[in-house]
């Protein structure tokens, strides 16, 4: 049985003292998670020009939500004025997401310390 998507929004100062803002995935992303998650990715901060994503609380991805998350790094690429990384993927959805070419559009990063100190 799947896992409803929750997303929670916060914000973090990056060593290089950026304000990042970071988008926090819990339970499974599928394609009912569509609404959650672009609806909070569309609700950050125009201005927000460094975006983390988190999955360290997500249990499981399919196919659709690679999707979902595909078409969100997309339209940030589109903007071409946020800088996306990603951290807290297990070590099968690091693998995943590097075979379906998400590192392409977005830096992927072990954990937040990691990704913070990229910014």
């Not at 071409?80 to 993927?89: D, E, K, R, S, Y």
Request: proline share 0%; charged share 15%.
């Amino acid at each position: 049985m799947q896992t409803a998507t929750r997303v929670t929004q916060r914000t973090a100062t990056a060593a290089s003292g950026n304000t990042v803002s970071i988008l926090a995935f819990g339970g499974d992303i599928s394609s009912a998670s569509k609404d959650a998650v672009l609806g909070a990715y569309h609700g950050l901060n125009e201005a927000a020009s460094h975006v983390l994503l988190d999955f360290t609380g997500v249990d499981y991805i399919n196919s659709s939500g690679i999707a979902i998350v595909i078409q969100m790094l997309l339209e940030a690429g589109k903007a071409g004025t946020q800088a996306i990384g990603i951290f807290g993927l297990s070590a099968h959805f690091q693998k995943v997401f590097t075979m379906v070419g998400i590192n392409k559009y977005a830096a992927m990063h072990k954990d937040e310390a990691t990704a913070l100190a990229a910014v």
